[in-house]
């Protein structure tokens, strides 16, 4: 027997359950895969954007793995939280594998970045994606207009949703309170703002394509600025993606300017760095940018010479960064936990049944497909390692240990009982399935109890009621 659990639900530790119970031939495996939240999926559900579709339908093939009899869901489970540390969990497992992401959003580290309006993306993905610990902020949707600093895919994300018109989100699950805030934005015009040129771009072809194919929104680019670029000029030295990038913005670039005006534009931006956001009472008002120009090292310098680009949000999207857990080893410098081949390294030796997978293990970076090589390369060490690993002695069933403790984990059926709440959420909104955006709603829902009902039921003050006081949604 051997008893493994996986930390975080998130494509890296359903990847990982699926490559133990797959690859093992250990008879009489057990994976048990705890989340902090009572929701599986991780950033699939709480980070692809609600308009992506096809990546969402991905949790159909991690639920598929999360059904196997050999694998349980436990969620509402906050490792490093009321006792149970690293060292506590290896007493209830033979093996703990981390798969905790990079929950932190970076900053810029320059005057301004506290002013109202100014926000990380991670802020706006959390509250389009019903996170229960969003900030339903105000963010400063009531201006005309946005800078996104930062050029990977998240910039896109949240630079399409700002642009997108509410009635091509209502048929998916985005919650109500953000579809009908978004439907009220008066956002006309979104800056994308790269501090390096467009073949240093860190976004995707298709997801930049994207941009180009919303419905009547104009997406400019400044030839003068891409000539900057020497990759832009020869780009077969690039890789792929680079030179396909390179490729979609040169035919926007010698696009002739189209006919009737668009309601809406993304203005693409290139060698400008962020030094200041600018505001006024305490708002924000324009971000100053100083122009860069590249140092024949693949980086930029300063040129001493700034542009203001006015905007009421400013939303910084310049990558993620890991979070210490208590009790485990951390790189300060990485943000990821030291390890080798997907052993934790405790003062550079690995640490017995101790693992690593996903984002906390490599650094965010790569598409959802990166973690299943990585959670092979991780299983495979543990494999490895497992008849010693299985030689230990650990309790005989973990959960009265977790109750003990104090923890109440909501497993699968109560993960399907919030399912079916928010089918029927979505139901007295006239939509398909609707996120529950809160902690109270989600622990009501999964526990079948009443304070789901008393949240949402029609009369109430629910969501329901405050939809059919602001109208439909068109
Ligand atoms: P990212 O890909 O690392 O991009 C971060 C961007 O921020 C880069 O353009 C970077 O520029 C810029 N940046 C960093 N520090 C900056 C600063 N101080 N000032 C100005 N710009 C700065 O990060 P991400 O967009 O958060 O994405 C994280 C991962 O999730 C990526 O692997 C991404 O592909 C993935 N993801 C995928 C999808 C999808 O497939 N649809 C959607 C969302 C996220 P430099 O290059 O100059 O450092």
């Not at 133990?20 to 057990?30: A, M, N, T």
């Not at 996104?148 to 642009?163: E, F």
Request: net charge neutral; glycine share 12%; hydrophobic share 40%.
């Amino acid at each position: 027997m051997l008893r493994v659990a996986v930390v975080g639900s998130g494509p890296s530790g359903v990847y990982t359950a699926q490559a133990l119970v797959g690859q093992s031939d250990v008879p009489g495996i057990r994976v048990d895969v705890l989340d902090r939240l009572p929701c599986p999926y991780g950033l699939v559900r709480y980070g692809v954007a609600p308009d992506h579709e096809k990546i969402k339908s991905l949790q159909g093939s991690l639920r598929t793995v999360l059904e196997d009899e050999r694998i349980a869901f436990l969620g509402d489970v906050e490792v490093g939280t009321r006792g149970l540390t690293p060292a506590r969990l290896l007493e209830l497992y033979h093996a703990v594998v981390y798969c905790v992401g990079a929950a932190r959003d970076r900053r810029l580290g320059i005057p301004g970045e506290e002013l109202r309006g100014s926000f990380s993306a991670t802020e706006f993905v959390s509250w389009y994606s019903a996170h229960p610990d969003a900030v339903h902020e105000d963010f400063g949707l009531d201006r005309a207009g946005a800078v996104v600093v930062g050029a990977g895919n998240v910039a896109v994300d949240v630079t399409r949703l700002l642009v997108r018109r509410a009635e091509e989100l209502r048929p998916t699950d985005i919650p109500q309170d953000a579809l009908e805030a978004l439907k009220d934005s008066a956002v006309r015009e979104v800056h994308m703002v790269a501090r390096r040129g467009p073949s240093a771009a860190r976004f995707t072809t298709k997801e930049l394509r994207e941009l180009g194919a919303l419905p009547d929104t104009e997406v400019v680019v400044d030839p003068a600025e891409l000539a900057l670029d020497p990759g832009y000029a020869a780009p077969d030295g690039l890789p792929a993606v680079s030179r396909r990038n390179v490729e979609v913005l040169r035919a926007w670039a010698g696009r002739a300017a189209e006919g009737s005006p668009r309601a809406r534009a993304v203005r693409l931006r290139f060698f400008l760095r962020p030094v200041e956001i600018l505001g006024e009472a305490g708002r924000v008002t324009a971000v100053r940018f100083e122009r860069t120009e590249p140092d024949g090292q693949g980086r930029v310098r300063g040129t001493g010479r700034y542009e203001e680009i006015p905007a009421g949000l400013v939303l910084r999207a310049v990558g993620y960064q890991g979070v210490p857990l208590p009790g485990l080893p951390f790189d300060t410098a990485t943000g990821t936990v030291p390890h080798e081949a997907g052993r934790v390294l405790r003062d550079g030796v690995p640490s017995p049944g101790e693992y690593v997978a996903g984002w906390i293990k490599r650094g965010p970076t790569g598409v959802i497909g990166t973690n299943r090589p990585c959670a092979k390369e991780t299983v495979a060490s543990l494999l490895a390692d497992a008849p010693a690993l299985a030689r230990r002695p650990i309790a005989p069933d973990p959960l009265p240990e977790l109750h003990a403790l104090g923890h109440e984990p909501v497993p699968w059926t109560g993960w399907l009982a919030i399912e079916r709440a928010e089918a029927a959420l979505g139901g007295t909104l006239g939509r398909g399935p609707v996120k529950i955006p809160d902690w109270t709603g989600l622990r009501g829902a999964a526990r079948g109890g009443p304070a789901f009902d008393a949240a949402r039921r029609p009369g109430e003050g629910g969501l329901a009621d405050r939809t059919r006081e602001g109208g439909p949604i068109s």
